[in-house]
Nanobody, 124 residues
């Protein structure tokens, strides 16, 4: 059974940084794509970034390009999202997700497995 567990959320000021982690377990993720999504109150869940577990290729939403970096540690079965230059509009619950097909898609319906989410709040 696949399990994804996020951690690393918290409260930071504008311009600050957070690093989110997603620990994956339950199977081999070599062929998977892993993604980060976020959902702010009253808004739909939106794509943030994705990474191919095997190749390391990445895909980012325009709103986070140049500020966020997605990465993975194969040995630890863990994915990360380094968030720098944070803005109040980055405030959301951040979810990690896994797509067994390995495509770096931006739609949430493409991802089969989801974590429980971690809250990131950026104060102005």
């Amino acid at each position: 059974q696949v399990q994804l567990v996020e951690s690393g959320g918290g409260l930071v000021q504008t311009g600050g940084s957070l690093r989110l982690s997603c620990a994956a377990s339950g199977r081999t993720f070599r062929s998977y794509a892993m993604g980060w999504f976020r959902q702010a109150p009253g808004k739909e869940r939106e794509f943030v970034a994705a990474i191919s577990w095997s190749s390391g290729n990445t895909n980012y939403a325009d709103s986070v390009k140049g500020r966020f970096t997605i990465s993975r540690d194969n040995a630890k079965n863990t994915m990360y999202l380094q968030m720098n230059s944070l803005k109040p509009e980055d405030t959301a619950v951040y979810y990690c997700a896994a797509d067994p097909r390995g495509y770096l898609l931006t739609t949430s319906s493409a991802y089969v497995y989801w974590g429980q989410g971690t809250q990131a709040t950026v104060s102005s």
